[in-house]
């Protein structure tokens, strides 16, 4: 498989997903501005979000894909298919169970992770009746997750990574035709969520198909239940929801924390989360994704040489893309949020608090990318106990943070303490891969650090140079002109940035790179 084809495949819809994420996002801002509305709306998708994360795309995957891989190496497809089969079913039931859960006692949950909104009777009242309408999104979710799974494990990247278009597609919809039409309009944005959970999944059963994978979920689970890999992934998965929870532990203090520093907070840290998971899920998920499968082959078949070059090819173009995105966010925030955000009920002043935000994110915005390569070394040679361990030191790094910066550059000091726990996060996890033998790097590492600290400089001063000089605020009423300008920059940035390395003596056919 070339890897950087598979990279290029997955980032390119990737790409065309954050892209209608931010129109999605734009047509929001536009609609309802950075309100109690929007707050209330951000609330209550975060909570599903938490649980898809805990179990789906992060403890699910992380036990799952190493193992199904092992099945489709070692065992062949009957035994693989009967995995798939299985947990699809354990996986339906759990989380229908937990959706009923969820929906009966959502005040409590809206509660526990925003307290702040009690202030606000209207907006907490919207916040439970939308938690209680996404909720179900968690099961359609999670089968979502459980198709890439399996699809990525056959080399088919394409369909899964084309899958969250479809759900930005029906946010766009649904804010456009859909909410001018209900007495709430904030609602259609909750069933937007629901609707495109079911597409998300839809889409990716004619892939199933073909490889004879469609999952079919029994009416048995207790049978389920009794499937030996079934077994094996839940075991594996309760250190990794430990491991996850960690960390949305600490999404779910922060959101707290959000809630209590007036109306608007919510939404300023969601807008720049969005800014900031676009070069994260571009890279860092994109790399994860394609590394997982041929990492954990590579483990099956004992190729320890293969398993440290895969590592160090990830960690190569890592660097190389994500220097650059940093400098972005931190550098160029507040044009990036005014071209993109600046219009309808979006004011001056949110532009501001979402530009401080995004800002504190680009300083840990290596480190947010980095986990992303880093942890799939551990979680392909079904070891999550490390990560786990890693993730307790950051969540106490990040919350210490907090008690200092919050009260310095208010929700900025949100963003800049994700960021700081996401660089000790990365570090922790290198010095265990090093520690241990698992990753060996390859010859001219110096060399390229050194190519790329002097091409991330001239970036640097142009990117200040273009931020300083153009009033990308007062640009609002000409809002062509002001996207035309944004986009000239982000070009003159990248041809820059780029022939500084070429200039520099850097090889690029470095990236160009096989697995076995």
């Not at 009966?104 to 209207?122: H, I, N, P």
């Not at 919809?173 to 079911?198: N, R």
């Not at 160090?312 to 994500?322: E, I, P, S």
Request: hydrophobic letters at 55%; glycine letters at 8%.
């Amino acid at each position: 498989m070339n890897l950087f084809r598979a990279l290029l495949t997955v980032s390119g819809f990737t790409l065309l997903s954050r892209v209608t994420g931010l129109a999605r996002e734009t047509l929001i801002a536009r609609a309802f501005g950075a309100s109690q509305f929007t707050d209330a709306f951000y609330v209550a998708f975060r909570i599903p979000n938490l649980l898809r994360r805990l179990s789906a795309e992060g403890a699910f995957s992380q036990a799952f894909v190493p193992i199904l891989a092992e099945f489709k190496n070692q065992q062949g497809h009957d035994p693989t298919k009967a995995l798939v089969d299985a947990m699809s079913t354990v996986l339906a039931w759990m989380l229908a169970v937990v959706s009923l859960l969820g929906v009966a006692g959502a005040t409590w949950v809206v509660y526990a992770v925003a307290s702040g909104l009690r202030a606000d009777g209207q907006a907490f009242a919207l916040a439970v009746t939308m938690t209680r309408i996404m909720f179900p999104y968690i099961i359609f979710i999670s089968l979502t997750t459980l198709a890439a799974g399996v699809l990525n494990t056959y080399g088919t990247f394409s369909l899964p990574a084309f899958a969250p278009v479809l759900l930005n597609v029906v946010f766009i919809i649904a804010a456009a035709f859909v909410a001018p039409h209900m007495k709430v309009p904030v609602y259609a944005l909750a069933w937007a969520v629901i609707v495109g959970g079911i597409l998300q999944f839809l889409v990716q059963v004619p892939g199933l198909r073909k490889i004879d994978m469609a999952p079919r979920i029994g009416f048995n689970p207790v049978a389920a239940l009794a499937h030996r890999g079934v077994k094996r992934v839940l075991v594996k998965m309760v250190p990794a929801t430990f491991a996850v929870s960690v960390a949305q532990l600490s999404l779910i203090i922060n959101t707290n924390i959000a809630s209590r520093l007036g109306p608007g907070a919510v939404s300023w840290i969601y807008y720049a989360d969005r800014l900031m998971e676009f070069p994260t899920a571009l890279l860092g998920v994109a790399l994860g994704t394609i590394l997982l499968p041929s990492l954990a082959k590579a483990h099956a078949d004992a190729d320890p040489h293969e398993y440290s070059s895969l590592l160090d090819w990830g960690l190569r173009v890592t660097f190389l893309l994500a220097m650059p995105s940093a400098l972005a966010l931190f550098l160029f925030a507040e044009p990036l949020t005014a071209a993109l955000f600046d219009y309808g009920r979006f004011d001056a002043h949110a532009v501001v608090m979402v530009g401080r935000a995004l800002a504190a994110y680009g300083v840990g915005l290596v480190g947010l990318i980095l986990i992303k390569i880093l942890a799939p070394g551990f979680y392909a040679k079904q070891d999550i106990k490390t990560p786990v361990k890693i993730g307790v030191v950051v969540l106490v790094v990040t919350q210490l943070s907090n008690y200092a910066f919050v009260p310095l550059i208010g929700p900025a000091g949100l963003t800049l303490s994700v960021g700081l726990g996401a660089c000790v996060n990365a570090s922790l996890l290198f010095i265990g891969l090093r520690r241990r033998g698992i990753y060996t790097p390859s010859s001219g590492w110096l060399l390229f650090l050194v190519q790329l600290m002097g091409s991330s400089l001239m970036l640097a001063g142009a990117m200040h140079w273009c931020a300083i000089n153009f009033d990308w605020i007062g640009l609002r009423h000409h809002p062509l002109a002001r996207i035309a300008l944004l986009a000239a920059c982000l070009v003159i940035f990248a041809a820059l940035y780029f022939s500084m390395l070429w200039l520099m003596g850097f090889k690029y056919a470095y990236f160009r790179r096989r697995a076995k």
